[in-house]
């Protein structure tokens, strides 16, 4: 089983920045790709930004240039930094895993963080 713990959201004023964070604890597992999702006003999730095992990262058009994905393996931690923040970037982020062990692959989730940008 995998936990994973997101933090870093807040409260930014447009333009400003804010860095997300999401550790992924427990035993047994490797941990593939990660990722961001955020919630769409029709309270689905977006992906936003994925990032592989080997550093391969991809975003969606919405962020690009203004967000950064990383990631550290020694802690399976997954960052998210973002810049030049707009008020519609307001919503729930997702932090994302897709974990390995035994041969089989699972898609673990955060508990989601709130960011609020003010105009």
């Known amino acids: 089983q995998v936990q994973l713990v997101e933090s870093g959201g807040g409260l930014v004023q447009a333009g400003g920045s804010l860095t997300l964070s999401c550790a992924a604890s427990g035993s047994g597992f490797s941990i593939n790709a990660m990722g961001w999702y955020r919630r769409t006003p029709g309270n689905k999730r977006d992906l936003i930004a994925t990032i592989t095992s080997v550093g391969d990262t991809s975003y969606a058009d919405s962020v690009k240039g203004r967000f950064t994905i990383s990631r550290d393996n020694a802690k399976n931690t997954v960052y998210l930094q973002m810049n030049n923040l707009k008020p519609e970037d307001t919503t729930v982020y997702y932090c994302?895993?897709?974990?390995?062990?035994?041969?089989?692959?699972?898609?673990?989730w955060g508990q989601g963080t709130q960011v609020t940008v003010s105009s």
């Open positions: 994302y895993a897709l974990g390995a062990a035994s041969g089989l692959y699972y898609d673990y």
